[in-house]
């Protein structure tokens, strides 16, 4: 028995009773924990403005054996920017989900916060489109979690590929894969192997090992973003064994938003109100 303080985000909220909610923690000291938010749903409740999702910050909570209440919390960040953002927000609520996963409870990892909350932060803040700052996260993640694709030598034979031609990318496989029948045969038995450029190869390879404060920091083509966009999601669905929907629905809005603008467009381009 005691307290304890622990900084850092909400990731997840569970309500239960008349006006308590569960709370998933992501924390910089102890990984992933739940706690118990007496009242947070009330009126005028002190919690509610300072442990909402995504909230970052301290946490204060009586703990008693595996039991935890909140008993304070003081808000650092809270991304007002995404929150008011629909898109945003399902690309925000996709990065917790996998956070979630790789975050375990009981044990730090402060690399995957860190993450975690740089990406939050490009989101909420930078002029980059959404979906960039997916893949560049979902990229980054995958390989701190030791789950990088080989973007240099044949995933099936270990080959060194230096750029040439016919190389694939074996999705539910370890990456690139060569061009030989034998390697190709081998990949497509377990899954989807799809063209890949060296454009891509090159982001996925930057991501996977630039500094923590430049994972953002670079520039692909909209073919490359395509590109990555059919690829990495669903290589990240084979590594961790699980599909997070949350990001096809921030996909599925974008294609309803350019849907729109195009209706609005008509058929000269020209912009119209509908
Ligand atoms: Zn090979």
């Given at each position: 028995m005691g307290y304890e303080t622990v900084t850092g985000i909400v990731a997840?909220?569970?309500?239960?009773?008349?006006?308590?909610?569960?709370?998933?923690?992501?924390?910089?000291?102890?990984?992933?924990?739940?706690?118990?938010?007496?009242?947070?749903?009330?009126?005028?409740?002190?919690?509610?403005?300072?442990?909402?999702?995504?909230?970052?910050?301290?946490?204060?909570?009586?703990?008693?054996?595996?039991?935890?209440?909140?008993?304070?919390?003081?808000?650092?960040?809270?991304?007002?920017?995404?929150?008011?953002?629909?898109?945003?927000?399902?690309?925000?609520?996709?990065?917790?989900?996998?956070?979630?996963?790789?975050?375990?409870?009981?044990?730090?990892?402060?690399?995957?916060?860190?993450?975690?909350?740089?990406?939050?932060?490009?989101?909420?803040?930078?002029?980059?489109?959404?979906?960039?700052?997916?893949?560049?996260?979902?990229m980054r993640i995958l390989a701190i979690a030791g789950f990088a694709p080989l973007t240099d030598i044949c995933s099936v034979c270990g080959a060194p590929l230096g750029g040439g031609k016919g190389i694939g990318f074996a999705v539910a496989g370890g990456g690139v894969v060569c061009g030989s029948a034998e390697?190709?045969?081998?990949?497509?038995?377990?899954?989807?192997?799809?063209?890949?450029?060296?454009?891509?190869?090159?982001?996925?390879?930057?991501?996977?090992g630039c500094g923590a404060g430049q994972i953002f920091q670079f520039e692909i083509s909209d073919a490359v973003a395509k590109e990555l966009s059919s690829i990495v999601p669903e290589y990240l669905r084979h590594q961790f064994g699980k599909a997070y929907d949350k990001s096809d629905e921030a996909e599925r809005y974008r294609a309803f938003e350019r849907e729109m603008l195009d209706l609005r467009r008509g058929k000269n381009g020209d912009a119209k109100a509908i």
């Open positions: 997840r909220e569970v309500d239960t009773g008349d006006a308590d909610r569960y709370l998933t923690l992501l924390s910089v000291e102890q990984g992933r924990l739940e706690c118990y938010a007496r009242g947070i749903r009330r009126q005028g409740s002190k919690l509610a403005s300072q442990a909402g999702l995504l909230t970052y910050g301290e946490f204060s909570m009586y703990v008693n054996k595996d039991r935890r209440l909140l008993t304070s919390a003081k808000s650092s960040e809270s991304f007002y920017g995404i929150r008011k953002d629909v898109e945003k927000c399902a690309y925000a609520m996709h990065f917790l989900d996998i956070a979630r996963d790789v975050i375990v409870e009981a044990q730090a990892f402060p690399q995957a916060l860190q993450t975690l909350l740089n990406t939050l932060y490009a989101l909420c803040y930078k002029d980059l489109q959404p979906g960039f700052v997916a893949r560049a996260f979902e390697c190709r045969g081998a990949a497509s038995r377990v899954g989807r192997v799809v063209a890949v450029s060296p454009g891509a190869l090159k982001a996925i390879s930057y991501v996977s």
